[in-house]
């Protein structure tokens, strides 16, 4: 005997997030400092690197920029916050499979194996 059961959902929405805005992306944050809640970056190894929320570019390694640009997406909507709508997928997906194998050796000997997963 042999069954196999699976099951595929799927669903899309969509989501808004916050992502790093252009200026932020080259270091400037000042624009969180006319939010609703002003935000005050400090760096506390060393003060002299921000200055009025903006990293200064002897503070940014370039590498981190390559790997900054290569993997935060870029905002699509205005703002510094929820600024990224993009839509989400989600699945609920799942696989079983049984399997069991009866064998009879003689009358008084019976064999059987099953498999579940």
């Known amino acids: 005997m042999f069954d196999y059961q699976g099951r ?7 989501g808004l997030f916050t992502v ?10 000042s624009e969180l400092l006319t939010a609703s809640k002003p935000v005050r970056l400090s760096d506390p190894v060393d003060p002299g690197c921000i200055v009025n929320n903006v990293i200064q ?19 699509n909507l205005p703002g510094p916050t929820q600024n990224l709508s993009q839509a989400v997928s989600s699945g609920n997906n799942w696989d079983q499979y049984v ?9 008084r000997t019976r064999l059987y194996s099953r498999f579940a997963y």
């Not at 790093?20 to 944050?29: E, L, V």
């Open 8 to 14: 595929r959902q799927y669903s899309k929405n969509t």
């Open 20 to 29: 790093m805005t252009a200026p932020m992306r080259r270091g400037d944050f």
């Open 57 to 75: 570019p002897q503070c940014v390694d370039p590498h981190a920029l390559e790997v900054l640009n290569f993997m935060a997406p870029v905002p």
């Open 99 to 107: 399997s069991r194998i009866d064998e009879t050796i003689n009358d």
